[in-house]
């Protein structure tokens, strides 16, 4: 690798750090390449989740997308993360389809709508993380054509978690994200989803949908043999943290319209013991 294109992975891996330090921590783990082609496609999905969540930047999006129709055909920009990209998608075989399905989702951000169904929740989780699985899937795993649905739903599983984690913050943003049809099952008003109440009805709805992302989240660690050895640590590493963030909405007696989720240092580490313990005892290659 030529010092270039060393300069531009630590770019995009300065903006891993800088944005998720918990993914930053798990992928670390994987053999270099590994982990700089990660962090320059993770470093691809911030740039359009700024453009569409945090500046809101319609044409800005419009323009990403066009930057990267002209880079699907060949064209690579002359910045740091295009770059980094380009040697990934070379070095890893690629399919560009799923990065063309996030941007559908972040489109989605641009024109949202509470969902009415769950049918139509987990259509968005799809497109704003299940389609982020499905990009880094080839990088983890020789077999990544057996795990197209793992990798899936364990996107999703996240979603659905960070959706759990952040009503507060979504609600200050004018967003919903807990179907209407799962309110009405409930009987969860919005009167009472506006004054931030956090009763019975509440909890009831927060965990029906807390316990389809554990569903997720145990489909999708089905499929970890099937993961390169080396990749299979950061990949339960990534997903028992992610999963613990339910936990830690618990510990804070389901508050989580101001109070934002942590999972514990001390409990992290025992994760890490865990995890560690978890993958040595798969043994060997799967196939």
């Not at 690629?94 to 024109?111: A, E, H, V």
Request: glycine share 4%; net charge neutral; hydrophobic share 40%.
């Amino acid at each position: 690798m030529n010092a270039t294109l060393e300069r531009d992975y630590a770019f995009c891996e300065d903006v891993i750090k800088e944005n998720s330090k918990s993914f930053y921590r798990a992928f670390s783990a994987l053999p270099r390449q590994k982990a700089l082609s990660i962090f320059a496609i993770y470093a691809f999905c911030r740039r359009a989740d700024d453009l569409a969540d945090i500046q809101q930047d319609r044409r800005g999006l419009e323009a990403f997308q066009e930057t990267f129709e002209a880079f699907k055909a060949g064209l690579t920009p002359d910045e740091p993360m295009w770059r980094a990209l380009r040697h990934t998608a070379e070095h890893y075989n690629i399919d560009f389809l799923p990065f063309d399905d996030m941007l559908t989702g972040q489109r989605m951000d641009l024109n949202f709508e509470q969902p009415a169904t769950q049918t139509a929740l987990e259509s968005y989780c799809y497109y704003v993380a299940g389609s982020v699985g499905l990009m880094i899937l080839p990088v983890l795993s020789k077999h990544h054509r057996l795990l197209t649905q793992n990798a899936v739903d364990l996107g999703k599983a996240m979603q659905l978690t960070n959706i759990l984690r952040d009503v507060g913050e979504d609600l200050t943003n004018k967003r919903v994200y807990i179907p209407r049809e799962i309110q009405l099952l409930y009987g969860y008003s919005d009167e009472e989803l506006h004054g931030q109440t956090v009763n019975h009805t509440f909890k009831q709805l927060w965990e029906h949908e807390a316990r389809r992302s554990e569903f997720l989240y145990k489909k999708a660690l089905m499929g970890l043999p099937l993961f390169d050895a080396d990749s299979r640590l950061p990949v339960l590493l990534a997903t028992v943290l992610y999963r613990q963030i339910l936990t830690a909405v618990r510990d804070n007696q389901y508050d989580c319209f101001s109070k934002r989720a942590v999972v514990p240092k001390a409990r992290q580490l025992l994760l890490y013991r865990q995890s560690t313990q978890a993958v040595r005892n798969l043994r060997g290659n799967p196939l």
